[in-house]
T-cell receptor
């Protein structure tokens, strides 16, 4: 069974600085997707970025980028120029590209605080 | 973009009563919907997967008779917590498979059983 591990329960970053959130996963599959979701205090889940496993190029969305290391099964999220609105719980998630339902498997989350 | 509407956002019910939570995909057809439970500052725990027109698939340890899921149309799935007890108090989130990014989440329902 696939598992997703986030080893940092809490992180803190100064406004305008850069922070990296870690995520590792375990799978025997070769075709899958990885996601980072943000859950602010409103608790609405918001997709931050996604990565397709067969793409070697790291995904980037404005200030958010990932470091995808497929062999190491690592998928870290880098937030540049951190803003107060980035404060939230961040979840890493895995989804197999095979199977009937393709459910998301979430990590335990990292609570990010942004200091003014 | 894809929108999933989840209602109610908050509900308080008495112990022993049943509560229904609705999840609607507003601008796309959701053949598959997922129901999650989330405790404070914890991750999302998948409870069940529902496919339109068929029985839901429950995760191990989830009581199917307590958490009734119905997915009768391509735009509506419901979760009914039957004979609710205080330990059922939690935050429940639905997610619909569909939309550009593949998964769209509802805004969640905070259930309090008193």
């Amino acid at each position: 069974a696939q598992t997703v591990t986030q080893s940092q329960p809490e992180m803190s970053v100064q406004e305008a600085e850069t922070v990296t959130l870690s995520c590792t996963y375990d799978t025997s599959e070769s075709d899958y997707y990885l996601f980072w979701y943000k859950q602010p205090p409103s608790r609405q889940m918001i997709l931050v970025i996604r990565q397709e496993a067969y793409k070697q190029q790291n995904a980037t969305e404005n200030r958010f980028s990932v470091n995808f290391q497929k062999a190491a099964k690592s998928f870290s999220l880098k937030i540049s120029d951190s803003q107060l609105g980035d404060a939230a719980m961040y979840f890493c998630a895995y989804r197999s590209n095979g199977g009937a339902t393709n459910k998301l498997i979430f990590g335990t989350g990292t609570l990010l605080a942004v200091q003014p | 973009g894809a929108v999933v509407s989840q209602h109610p956002s908050r509900v308080i019910c008495k112990s022993g009563t049943s509560v229904k939570i609705e999840c609607r995909s507003l601008d796309f057809q959701a053949t598959t919907m997922f129901w999650y439970r989330q405790f404070p500052k914890k991750s999302l725990m998948l409870m069940a997967t529902s496919n339109e027109g068929s029985k839901a698939t429950y995760e191990q340890g989830v009581e199917k008779d307590k958490f009734l899921i119905n997915h009768a149309s391509l735009t509506l799935s419901t979760l009914t917590v039957t004979s609710a007890h205080p330990e059922d108090s939690s935050f429940y989130i639905c997610s619909a498979r569909g939309g550009f990014y593949g998964y769209t989440f509802g805004s969640g329902t905070r259930l309090t059983v008193v």
